[in-house]
Each structure stands twice: as C-alpha cells, then as structure tokens.
C-alpha cells in the first residue's frame, strides 16, 4: 500500500502534546503518531458500526436458521 501526502491543521495545544509524545519516542513522528490515530479511530468506528448492525439481528430467528443449516449438513455427510 503506498503512502499519501495530506495537510493537517491542528490547534496548537494538540501540536504540543503531539511533540511531547514524539520527544518521548512513543512516536518516531508526528507523522507516524497522526497516522496510528486516524488508524485507531477508524478501528474503533468499524468495530461499533458492526456492533450496531449485530444488534438489529433477532437472535431467535438466527438460531433458528442456524439450527435448520446443521440439520442439512447432517443429512450430506458421508457415512464412514
């Protein structure tokens, strides 16, 4: 995956703990350190979008399918 090239603006306050982490070397860069939160933020987005979409299910009605879907397999299963 190649790397891309953008501008960020940020409120200086930001920019000074930002420095602070990479004086600390928890980050080589600013770079790199922008680039792991916009990563884990993105995660973090995915992750909830999922959670809210699994939430919609009916567990009931999932279960069931899931039980009919075994009893299928069962039934195509070689005999030994």
């Given amino acids: 995956m190649g790397v891309a090239k953008i501008a960020v603006s940020l409120d200086s306050e930001l920019v000074h703990e930002l420095d602070m982490l990479v004086r600390e070397r928890k980050f080589s860069s600013r770079s790199q350190a922008i ?20 939430a919609k299910l009916d567990k009931r009605a ?8 075994v009893g299928l397999e069962k039934e195509t299963w070689p005999e030994y």
Avoid: G, I, P, W
Wanted: hydrophobic content about 30%; overall charge positive; proline content about 0%.
């Fill in 35 to 54: 680039q792991k939160a916009v990563a884990d933020s993105l995660a973090r987005r995915r992750r909830s979008r999922l959670a809210r979409e699994c």
């Fill in 62 to 69: 999932e279960q069931k399918m899931a039980n009919e879907d």
